[in-house]
């Protein structure tokens, strides 16, 4: 008895058998590798604007996004749970930095009416170069009535920018510093026609042999042209 009682309680450590630490149960959805997180999401962004410009967000899904972008549809739903939070997540992260860029040029020349709507063209302008996206979006969904865009910008952000811009141009006119036919509330979107619309369809040129070559910068100074003189003469 005493033999197997020993035997039984000494093992030698080779026959130990090693412990093994329990592995988390992964999270359904979740990316791999959490450095790539960041960039994936990024992705997802990026796609979401280009498919929102080129088809119109009612028709596009967090699906479709997933397709284009070549991540599943669980990866998506991680991020973004439905449509409306990746809209103002788009909002916050893309178009709140756009519009400081785009700042307050009416603001920033105050007693200059000129200076200010030149600045505003030429600045978005530059925006719709670095960012090819931005000219067929805001057309399709903040110009357009029922664009859900705009509706969600209006909710979050209301319409007093647009109230301080009429009411600078009145007062310009006012001081006569601005021609008094204009009208104020058509100001704003006489710009954006003259800068984003051409934007907005350059691709529409690729064949044309009159208007193919045109560039960014002959954009913003036809429409500063425009803008400033008019299509009267040229005046020295």
Do not use: C
């Amino acid at each position: 008895m005493a033999t197997t009682r020993s035997a039984t309680n000494t093992l030698k450590p080779k026959e130990r058998k090693p412990r093994v630490a329990a592995t988390p149960p992964r999270r359904p959805g979740r990316p791999t590798g959490s450095a790539r997180g960041p960039e994936q999401r990024a992705r997802l962004l990026d796609v979401a604007l280009e498919l929102f410009a080129r088809q119109g967000i009612f028709d596009t899904t967090l699906g479709a996004i997933a397709r284009e972008a070549g991540f599943t549809p669980a990866m998506v739903h991680y991020y973004f749970k439905t449509r409306e939070q990746l809209i103002d997540v788009l909002i916050d992260e893309r178009f709140l930095p756009l519009r400081a860029e785009l700042g307050n040029p009416f603001g920033e020349h105050p007693d200059d009416p000129l200076a200010g709507i030149t600045q505003l063209a030429r600045r978005l302008v530059d925006v719709s170069s670095r960012y090819p996206w931005f000219p067929a979006l805001w057309i399709r969904e903040v110009i357009t009535e029922g664009g859900l865009l705009r509706q969600r910008m209006f909710e979050r952000f209301g319409d007093a920018h647009q109230k301080e811009s009429v009411a600078a141009i009145a007062r310009w006119q006012k001081a006569g510093r601005l021609n008094a036919d204009i009208e104020p509330s058509l100001v704003f979107l006489t710009v954006l026609g003259l800068t984003i619309l051409p934007l907005a369809t350059s691709k529409m040129w690729r064949n044309d042999p009159v208007r193919k070559s045109l560039t960014a910068n002959d954009i913003a100074r036809h429409a500063v042209a425009l803008l400033t003189h008019g299509a009267g003469p040229q005046r020295d």
